[in-house]
């Protein structure tokens, strides 16, 4: 199954409103609200696109460890996966 | 379920001579509870106060009626992020060579949709074939 898969058969299990969620249609709805409001906001569009170049950056990891990207680079390109956190 | 997906590409994505990261805005204790629940080979870094995410062009402000809604459901986003502002990345996953050139993009409004592993896979190999 394709990760997409997964991810529509997670959401019309929470938009069915049962368990083990049991999300109340109002919280469905704001959720749909939110998602177009974003869309229809153009800010994706507007986001650092194929072609541009990506800023260099330092971060710490889970250990605390500070990566740069600097350093990937030098080992090779590099794939960048931006989430919103697990709740 | 995306971080899943994409643990079970690393091989093929290390092969390819590839990092890879995930970025959230998470604090590192959050950072590394995933890590380990999910028992993950990439890092997880912390981009705190959305610095790298503001660079990308990736950050809104949760309206009021939305944060909420969060705040019933315990998704303390000021607590996770160690900031007030309730602000989020748009998902998206980047393909960067090394030269700091974009190569591949998707930026997702939907939090509900996200690219394949695949597609990201693709556009390494493009790039490795290609010498870059």
């Known amino acids: 199954m394709t990760l997409q898969q997964k991810l529509d058969d997670f959401k019309a299990q929470f ?3 049962g368990p083990p969620y049991n ?9 749909h609200r939110a998602t177009e409001e974003l869309r229809q906001s153009g800010l994706a569009e507007r986001a650092l696109k194929t072609g541009d170049r990506a800023p260099a950056f330092t971060l710490n990891n889970q250990d605390g460890t500070p990566i740069s990207s600097v350093e990937l680079f030098a080992k090779g390109p590099l794939a960048i996966t931006f989430f919103r956190g697990h709740w | ?8 590409a690393l091989p093929e994505i290390q092969h390819m001579g590839a990092s ?19 028992n993950l080979g990439f890092d997880v870094l912390t981009d705190r106060g959305l ?6 062009g990736l950050v809104f402000v949760l309206p009021d009626y939305l944060k909420t809604v969060y705040l019933q459901f315990g998704n303390k986003l000021d607590e996770f992020h160690g900031e007030n502002a309730f602000r989020l990345p748009m ?5 960067v060579d090394q030269q700091s050139v974009i190569r591949s993009a998707n930026v997702s409004p939907d939090y509900t949709r996200r690219p394949e592993p ?11 074939k290609a010498g870059a």
């Open chain 2, 91 to 95: 998902p998206a996953r980047y393909v």
């Open chain 2, 20 to 38: 890879l990261v995930a970025i959230s805005p998470q604090l590192e204790r959050y950072g590394r509870s995933i890590h380990r629940r999910l």
């Open chain 1, 15 to 17: 938009e069915s409103g």
């Open chain 2, 118 to 128: 695949g597609e990201t896979i693709s556009a390494l190999e493009e790039l490795t």
């Open chain 2, 51 to 56: 610095q790298v995410a503001s660079q990308f």
């Open chain 1, 23 to 31: 999300a109340p249609m109002a919280v469905i709805e704001i959720f």
């Open chain 2, 1 to 8: 379920m995306e971080l899943e997906a994409l643990q079970a």
